[in-house]
């Protein structure tokens, strides 16, 4: 099945700084989703990019498809954007296969 | 929009006794995902319907997991006897399969320790 991949696993950052997260896929997908899951463990929808960019806010998230894939921008970073992050990719019609995730915290 | 609901939010069992754990998918969503969720495995992917229909469940770790959903709007599943190993967040997650932008909603899940 597909492979999905997510670097860096860790990360922490003061508050304000700007990051990159990153979720690479092995075959060409036609949906890909992102998803914070924050410290309480609830699951939240961030971004539906299966191509190009979208923003919302301080987040934003660009997918290139050819290469097999996709950056989350996280910019101004806030305590409450801690948690972990994960990357979710469909292949045909199966179900999302999930990576594992980068766990982000953000100190004041 | 209530969002995908599950129920209960907390259950603590002890070895051995059944437990049902209840999902009510968002109106209008056909698609509804099980998963678990543990430090060791990440989110695992248990079964999932289609319109109501089981289409894959080769994800259920054993047959003491079962799930049914009986209507559109309504899923259970079910662990018989359960055991310690399957202490974990369980998830239920809807979307609408065909619609151009299927995004997957998760419930706040069931967080399970079995003593």
């Known amino acids: 099945g597909i492979q999905v991949e997510q670097s860096p696993p860790d990360l922490i950052l003061q508050e304000g700084a700007n990051s990159t997260l990153r979720c690479n896929f092995s075959d060409s997908v036609n949906n890909l989703q992102w998803f914070h899951q924050n410290p309480w463990g609830q699951l939240i929808n961030l971004f539906y990019i299966p191509s190009g960019t979208k923003q919302n806010g301080r987040l934003s998230a660009t997918t290139v498809a050819t290469e097999r894939y996709s950056l989350l921008y996280i910019s101004s970073s806030q305590t409450t954007d801690s948690g972990v992050y994960f990357c979710a990719v469909v292949r045909g019609n199966t179900p999302l296969v999930f990576g594992k995730g980068t766990r982000l915290s953000v100190i004041a | 929009d209530a969002g995908v609901i599950q129920s209960p939010r907390h259950e603590v069992t002890e070895m051995g006794q059944e437990v049902t754990l209840r999902c009510k998918p968002i109106?209008?969503?056909?698609?509804l995902f099980w998963y678990r969720q543990t430090m060791m495995r990440g989110l695992e992917l248990l079964i999932y319907f289609n319109n109501n229909v089981p289409i894959d469940d080769s994800g259920m770790p054993e047959d003491r997991f079962s799930a049914k959903m009986p209507n559109a709007s309504f899923s259970t599943l079910k662990i018989q006897p359960s055991e310690p190993r399957d202490s974990a967040v369980y998830f239920c997650?809807?979307?609408?399969?065909?619609?151009?932008?299927?995004?997957?909603?998760f419930g706040s899940g069931t967080q399970l320790s079995v003593l």
């Open positions: 109106s209008g969503h056909n698609s």
């Open positions: 997650a809807s979307r609408r399969q065909g619609a151009a932008n299927e995004k997957l909603f």
